[in-house]
């Protein structure tokens, strides 16, 4: 009998380390080399040129089509000297990941040759045949066609021969139909508010920066192993597997060294990011077996977003070379940590100043605190909606498990911060503060000017942490895009700061100086915000009962979740800010929706098929030798020895027949539960559907599978296990 597993688990253990040479120079060397960059643009583009596009990326001052015209002639140029043939609009449409569609530079040149073109209004605009992308009946309803559209404050790059150039999406109304159009207007808008905020401190602050550094977990599997189970294949994740008997209990994965294959692949890995000025600096193994680490320096969260995408993109590629395959799946397999991607995020002014950075003195320790504290309520007042930024059908397989934060979210702020907060909260006026910490270190707010955080007091549970010049949003999934919670949050933040200015200039404008004001604003927040401050062990099951009593958001069911989007307060606050209409909120929900119930349903095809044509065949065959043994064993001995020696025969045939029975009718029972569903015509009802009676087989199937597996012979069983996809050497 050919047994693939064998075979594949064969291939995987000869397999050597790949070492492709990465050119012996300096990384500054080749740092940036395919990216279309400021230094680039100095090369090839004319200087009144290079000033209006810098204008247009530093001040979103719009481009005129004939300097478009010379930068894409520019581009062009410096694109064919790198090799560059065809040239591709970039964008992240709603179903994560990123779409491009490739045309060659050339055109006919009137005399039947072809000639090297690229005009700017190429550069600027493209119709993609875009029909197929999800837009939540956008398209269908009002126009039927969108178009991309160049997005200059990103830099363009190549990837082998062609030229991409980030684009946002939209519907010819104008709505938005990506990650990109409404990430930027997030971004304007916490600019816009911040920076109002930040003159009430600072005159000479014209521009705030939403910054972002994302930590990206993944796991590496050997590409023969991976092809030998189709579950991996269709849904990136494991349906079935039992634990290994080692797994993850020693740790000794996280302090071990990174296996010599892994790190051959990380190398070409950070190669190929440096060329295209992703700057990621660090890797490392984590927790679980097989599973790794890579993290950049922070940048503007625009660009910072892009970067995660093309790291996305380029660590499969580079994968490939490996014979490894990435999972970036939040969950790939069960009993072991999931992954996730922390997103670290920060403002900062273009005076230099981190708003989330305790200050130099006493001025900037306030803006410190006010920030800080307008943050603290708009985590509270949204914390629904940023569950609902990061939630999907992928991530709830993680949160909620006993190594994710749990599906609510909550701020830590750790002890001393919290103790600065509590001290302004009974203070009065603009009195100083003066916090004295259980350590003895003396903090105080206004008159002396030091905060000092300690930057190791750390809780790993928490959902949304302050750690020290920063916040980090913990619960985003791996394979997500950072924009969806970096919309959720920059927008939350501006509204929130906006609403700030708004009761501070109130207070002022009724005669109150404004310390006094911006004091008396704060300490209300500091109180209303209160229930979203939880430093204890974000995954007891305490947690989750107190955190309901407070009134945050609970909510497990994702398709559910995503009805955070339409709050009244939701609504309200993103068109305010002008990020999204709430005819896009509602389109956008649709392909939410329709996202999660296409997931779902596929995991349900596959695991229903594997059940039928891998699992019960291999176990009935084996039930099959069993009784063949036990009817020899009768031929031999006709008395009583034969059901004494058959008795551990008889055991296992019968709880093979009793599992598979039962997973038969389980996947009945599914396949009905699928048919009920599949008749709803209203997405959000038919995802509640879905998330409710079908999603829950998945367990209860699996267990009988794994089971199954411990008592299949090893021989027979044909999917790779827990122990062999999980093990590299
Ligand atoms: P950790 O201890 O969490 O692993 P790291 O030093 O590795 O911390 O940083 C994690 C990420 O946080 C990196 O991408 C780093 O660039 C980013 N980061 C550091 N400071 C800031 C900041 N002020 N704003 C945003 N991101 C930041
Ligand atoms: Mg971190």
Redesign the pocket.
């Known amino acids: 009998m050919s047994n693939l597993r064998f075979k594949a688990v064969e291939e995987a253990f000869k397999r050597k380390a790949v070492h492709v040479p990465v050119p012996g120079k300096k990384t500054s060397d080749y740092f940036g080399m395919y990216v279309f960059d400021r230094n680039q643009m100095r090369k090839y583009l004319s200087k009144e040129t290079l000033r209006v596009v810098l204008d247009a990326i530093d001040e979103g001052v719009p481009l005129e089509r004939n300097i478009a015209n010379h930068v894409a002639a520019g581009m062009r140029m410096w694109a064919m000297e790198m090799g560059a043939t065809h040239y591709t609009h970039w964008f992240h449409p709603l179903t994560d990941g990123t779409a491009e569609k490739h045309d060659a530079f050339i055109e006919p040149n009137g005399n039947g040759g072809m000639i090297e073109e690229f005009t700017g209004k190429l550069l600027a605009q493209q119709e993609p045949d875009a029909s197929s992308f999800p837009s939540g009946g956008i398209r269908n309803t009002f126009e039927a066609r969108g178009y991309t559209a160049w997005d200059p404050s990103s830099p363009a790059f190549i990837v082998d021969d062609t030229l991409c150039i980030p684009t946002i999406f939209i519907s010819y109304t104008g709505e938005s139909l990506d990650y990109k159009m409404p990430l930027l207007k997030a971004i304007q808008a916490v600019d816009k508010a911040a920076t109002d905020v930040c003159r009430l401190f600072d005159r000479n602050v014209r521009k705030v920066y939403s910054?972002?550094?994302?930590?990206q977990e993944y796991f590496l599997v050997d590409e023969a192993l991976y092809s030998a189970r189709p579950d991996l294949v269709l849904t990136e994740r494991t349906l079935m597997g039992h634990e290994s008997a080692k797994n993850q209990q020693l740790e000794d994965h996280y302090f071990g060294a990174i296996p010599t294959r892994v790190s051959a692949f990380m190398r070409e890995l950070e190669y190929e990011c440096y060329k295209l000025s992703v700057p990621v600096?660090?890797r490392h193994n984590e927790v679980a077996p097989n599973q790794f680490e890579v993290?950049?320096?922070?940048e503007e969260t625009n660009l910072a977003v892009d970067h995660n995408l093309l790291l996305m993109s380029t660590m499969k590629r580079v994968a490939e070379r490996h014979h490894f395959r990435v999972l970036l799946h939040e969950k790939p397999f069960k009993g072991i940590n999931g992954s996730g991607k922390?997103n670290?995020?920060?403002l900062?002014t273009d005076t230099g100043v981190?708003l989330?950075?305790p200050g130099r003195n006493a001025q900037e320790n306030l803006q410190f605190i006010t920030i800080l504290v307008n943050v603290l309520m708009a985590v509270y007042r949204n914390n629904a909606l940023l569950k609902a930024s990061i939630s999907s059908a992928t991530n709830a397989h993680r949160l909620g498990a006993n190594e994710a934060p749990p599906a609510i979210i909550s701020v830590f702020l750790g002890s001393q911060i919290s103790a600065v907060l509590d001290a302004l909260e009974t203070s009065e006026g603009t009195s100083p503060i003066r916090v004295t910490e259980k350590t003895g270190t003396r903090l105080s707010l206004t008159h002396v000017p030091e905060i000092l955080v300690d930057n190791t007091d750390r809780n790993r549970t928490s959902s949304f942490a302050f750690?020290g010049?920063?916040f980090?949003f913990r619960a985003v999934g791996s394979s997500a895009n950072c924009a969806s919670a970096m919309i959720a949050l920059n927008t939350s933040v501006a509204y929130q700061l906006k609403q700030f200015k708004t009761e501070v200039d109130g207070i002022i404008a009724m005669g109150g100086k404004k310390d006094e004001a911006i004091f008396t604003v704060i300490r209300k927040y500091i109180t209303e915000s209160k229930p979203v401050r939880f430093d204890g062990n974000g995954y007891s099951d305490e947690w989750k009962e107190e955190a309901l009593r407070r009134g945050l958001d609970c909510e497990t069911c994702v398709p559910v979740i995503y009805d955070a989007y339409l709050s009244e307060q939701s609504v309200k606050m993103f068109t305010a800010t002008s990020v999204l209409s709430e005819k896009e909120l509602h389109a956008r929900n649709e392909v939410k929706w329709d996202v999660y119930t296409k997931k779902v349903q596929i995991e349900a095809r596959v695991l229903g098929d594997l059940a039928m044509n891998h699992i019960i065949p291999v176990a009935t065959r084996y039930q099959g030798m069993l009784l063949d043994n036990v009817s020899k064993i009768r031929t031999l001995y006709n008395d009583d020895r034969a059901n004494k020696i058959s008795a551990q025969d008889f055991a296992l045939i019968e709880e093979i027949s009793e599992r598979t029975n039962i997973i038969k009718a389980k996947v009945d029972q599914m396949v009905e539960a699928r048919k009920v569903a599949n008749k709803i015509e209203n997405e959000r009802e038919k995802a509640v559907i879905y998330c409710n009676s079908v999603v829950p087989f998945f367990d209860e199937i699996r267990y009988h599978i794994d089971k199954l597996e411990l008592i299949v012979d090893n021989e027979m069983w044909t999917l790779p296990k827990y122990r062999e996809l999980l093990f590299l050497r």
């Not at 910054?211 to 930590?215: F, K, P, R, S």
């Not at 993290?295 to 922070?298: N, V, W």
Request: charged share 15%; net charge neutral; proline share 4%.
């Open positions: 910054y972002l550094g994302w930590e600096k660090t993290a950049p320096i922070y922390h670290n995020w920060s900062g981190n989330l950075g750690t010049n920063r980090e």
